[in-house]
């Protein structure tokens, strides 16, 4: 596998999927304030997992690629004597995908095999994803020194600052504090992992940069920086969009919203809206023989 | 205490314990739903804690095996001048056996002599030997280097995540997230301690690893996540063998639970009845009139 | 950037910061015991965020500085070949300061532009530029040794524990505790800084410290205990005087509160009403309907 | 300071704190029983803090043998050029009992001074103690290896341990599982600062302990976890005693106690009715009005 393709790819394949994400959550905040459509004969195909779907595809032709790569198979060990093991780090990268594969079959059947979705199961699949990713890359990063150790260093950081987040979401799988730093995580993950590309393999001066060098060191970190910072933006970008989308599209919403608001209210209007969504459904379980007579029901 | 014994048939006692802990907790959901029989003359007996016996066993012939092993019996210091400590390594054999026979103590102590059972006064046990046997595996294990540090690293690893887990269960006890954690936890200590015995002193091929190359130490952490993978797995197929027994025996209760169901219900039908189980004690405690004439006393 | 004041500077900033930060915390439970007076036509001057526009401004005139220290300009790499990066440290700071107008911005939009105020984007953004702040920091000393690196673990450590709680104020944004550790963190922060200065850069004795004397590296760790110690006792006496200032000012509601109080009550006075103050808004969102019959409107 | 005596002395004073304050819970939970007798005119001189005096005399002792130990007076640099620090280990003595003279103050002042206790400010001090402690044992750690550097690891891992029980005890200051863990490792900590001073000042054999024999440097992993072992059944023996003693002076609560309990209730009936007593006053608050009629007055 190429070296600049397999950070530049993966990369960019996680950051469009934080955008993607951060995209949803904002929206979803939109369209619980729309009558709900969808109920037609496309609304079964709508629920399918395309997520899910796309992570089974993308994790079967990277298997079948790297399987491929190798003239004469990717083989465990030589038949030598003493044998030895032959491939290790195509191994690694064999089972990044096959987690892939695995939590995109958990994400099709939690959402269309089982009666029920089940978050936590999803959830707990993708944070066991996580930490063997972060056990793989540690291994990866061991051997290497200088400018690579530090770009790796980095990647590992972001890594098991999402997996710290995918283990609190195991309890509160819907709060929206977790949802941005998950998000924030992947968009930050994936930009840095095409900008390592970029470093180690294809820099942009053509010159390499230089691991004896403290100031090339120190400009990693930075670009880090720079990254996150960037990438932060780019959320609260894609969050005012919305948010000004929102208020073009339903003026009338807007004035029920903002009268006698109580000071304290730490998140504004959308995202309010999209809490309460969240939480509705509990407290309707709890008063069912109410729920006829709310006025979501009779809207 | 032969190397391979030492790691290979511990390693087997915990990945069975593992597995029954699996099966107890998914057939617990199931039984909830029977109605209750075992109230005869056999109830009492039903009710000693073979866990903690088994414990107490277990742990009295290990502590006479050891004993046994040693010509001359296991003494601290030899009568030299200066007087040195001998056996090291089996005096912590031996503090980890009074560990689990302690436990096992506790264990029956709780759950047979007290008036009530102690949660916490088990799970603070566990906790605590849990916590005692990290000390004692990163002394064993500082004086190692190349293949052999890096399996016991994973190892320690293992152990440290499942205090954590045993730490919060103190104030949690029955929590669902945190019991499959666990049991994850305990299936991957128990198959990850039998390939040690076989990575360190068995290997496969009948060459020893070699701990300079790289590829080696590469896929001693391959290896490792493969286990996980599989131990998941195993605890999934566990979860769905008795999920679709539970759908053949029960039929009936199939239609009811699926009616009408809330979208973000985030726990399947039979998990859903165990947490229900588990949280129903603490509500009849808060409202003692109403208890009478709940459907489990008048069964 | 001269090497001293680059270090005092932003310490004295961050003490009075801390300062002003506790004597509003105290002060606004004392204020909140009088009837609010601030309703005419300067009270929208008084809700726009100084402190935000402080730190707009604060940060570009650091900027300003940095590029104006540097002749011909603050560029980023030279044009030999093979091109060199320059001015690692100053491209640091000055990712630093834009860190500061970014916050600013944020708290300026938050308490100004948004129909509401969004605490939790302030916090976000706080708890991300800390984020920043420490990966920066370990950079900055990865080269050092001796004095300055135990200086500077001193002052990561500081702010690590920041980062801490911030991240936990993202769900608890409110919570008394976690202001005190807040303030108490930024003042240490502050004062550590400020002696820095003077330990690596103006000794007092007017000899440099030695490195390679034990007895210097403990003193560092002893000097930084003293500071926390006198920190706290600093925050402790703003909280005793506005607590006496309080009882001076409003006799009559001291008898008012002490009479018959609970003994396991474990907040004294002003900070009960602090936190009761707090919660109130809350309470009236859930109960609308009782909120005109309160006291508070008829006042 | 004597080597060994600096470590013994201190250690005993921390286990018979531990001891006091397992014993104080316990009888706690006895007392809470009994109808409340001490309301005569010694009530007041009950409540003075005996413990608050107490480490305000022994710190106050400490530094003053401090002082006189030091012919010339401790001093801070001395006189010559270049100016060098003197007494290092010394004035880092000074500065921890310094704290707990702070510590005695915060005490007596929360207890007797201000018109309610208030805990957050006794436990926030306590930690804060812990936490300079930890910093001051890690830069005393630092140049020692081989046996020293391991028993004072030790020590630290049992102080960071301390440090974190006691700050989320700020935001729970009387949750049982709390208690018992903080007992623990005050206990602990105490019995192995007596068997430092006696492995590295007074080895029982006569014979120093050897640094480069990896036996040896087992061994204190190993007795390590035998003090772990011992405290927690000491502590566990206390409990058991109080329970019986407790069964036998007020046999009839027993019944009352164990007829109809749930099965899944986790606490034995001594520390429920600790608990119950410790939750009672925040549920009197809330419902002052209904406090006349309940069961408990009427009796």
């Known amino acids: 596998m190429g070296k600049f ?11 469009c999927n934080g955008l993607y994400q951060a995209i949803v959550i904002f929206s979803d905040s939109l369209q619980s304030l729309c009558p709900p ?28 690629y790297v399987n491929n ?16 093991f032959l491939y290790s780090k195509e191994w690694q990268h064999l089972t ?5 594969i695995l ?16 978050v936590v199961l999803e959830k707990g699949a993708l ?39 995918l283990t609190v979401e195991l309890w509160a799988p819907e709060m929206f504090q977790l949802w941005m730093m998950e998000t924030l995580l992947i968009l930050v993950l994936g930009s840095w992992l095409i900008q390592a590309g970029f470093i180690l393999y294809r820099p942009v001066s053509g010159y390499p940069w230089d691991d004896d060098d403290m100031n090339d060191l120190m400009f990693v970190t930075t670009f880090f920086c720079w990254h996150v910072m960037c990438d932060a933006l780019c959320l609260f970008a894609i969050y005012g969009f919305s948010y000004f989308w929102h208020r073009c599209c339903y003026p009338s919403l ?15 209007e959308p995202l309010c809206r999209l809490l309460q969504e969240i939480e509705q459904p509990e407290k309707e379980d709890q008063a069912p023989l109410l729920a006829k007579s709310s006025p979501r029901d009779t809207a």
Request: glycine letters at 8%; hydrophobic letters at 50%; a positive charge.
């Open 5 to 15: 393709h397999g950070h530049a790819y993966p990369g960019l394949f996680l950051f």
């Open 37 to 64: 459509k969808k109920k037609g004969r496309w609304a079964r195909l709508w629920k399918i997992s395309y997520e899910g779907l796309l992570k089974i595809v993308a994790g079967s032709l990277l298997v079948v």
């Open 69 to 84: 790569c190798i003239e004469g198979g990717l083989i465990l060990m030589d038949r030598e004597l003493p044998p030895r």
């Open 96 to 100: 990044m995908f096959t987690l892939l």
């Open 103 to 118: 939590n995109g079959c958990v994400d099709v059947m939690s959402k269309n095999l089982l009666p029920q979705r089940c």
């Open 127 to 165: 944070a066991l994803s996580f930490y063997e990713l972060l056990l793989l890359m540690v291994s990866h990063a061991k051997g290497s020194s200088g400018i690579e150790l530090q770009v790796h260093s980095l990647l590992i950081l972001v890594v098991f600052l999402l997996l710290l987040v």
């Open 254 to 268: 807007k004035m029920m919203g903002s009268k006698e608001a109580p000071y304290h209210k730490s998140i504004p």
